[in-house]
Nanobody, 124 residues
Framework: QVQLVESGGGLVQAGGSLRLSCAAS????????MGWFRQAPGKEREFVAA????????YYADSVKGRFTISRDNAKNTVYLQMNSLKPEDTAVYYCAADLDLHTIVLTWGGDYWGQGTQVTVSS
């Protein structure tokens, strides 16, 4: 069982930066691939970024490539999403997810465990 808690969301002006954190409980965090997703009002949830259990592989949605960076610290049971050059269209609730299979996150946008989400609002 893995419990995920996101933090770091907030209100930022366009062009600004935020760093989201997702803290995981459980001793098996390092076994899980992790992903970030987002859902804007009236839209379906979409994939943002993913990272393998070791951190050696990362994947990004085209819309955030070059602006967002996913990373993890297995010693701290935490995955991060550094978001730079934020745009109003990045406004959404951001969720982290965990799955033993990275392909589940990247290809099917699924996950065994999900956090409760953190709101990111980018003003123009």
């Amino acid at each position: 069982q893995v419990q995920l808690v996101e933090s770091g969301g907030g209100l930022v002006q366009a062009g600004g930066s935020l760093r989201l954190s997702c803290a995981a409980s459980g001793r098996t965090f390092s076994s899980y691939a992790m992903g970030w997703f987002r859902q804007a009002p009236g839209k379906e949830r979409e994939f943002v970024a993913a990272i393998s259990w070791s951190g050696g592989s990362t994947y990004y949605a085209d819309s955030v490539k070059g602006r967002f960076t996913i990373s993890r610290d297995n010693a701290k049971n935490t995955v991060y999403l550094q978001m730079n050059s934020l745009k109003p269209e990045d406004t959404a609730v951001y969720y982290c997810a965990a799955d033993l299979d990275l392909h589940t996150i990247v290809l099917t946008w699924g996950g065994d465990y999900w956090g409760q989400g953190t709101q990111v609002t980018v003003s123009s």
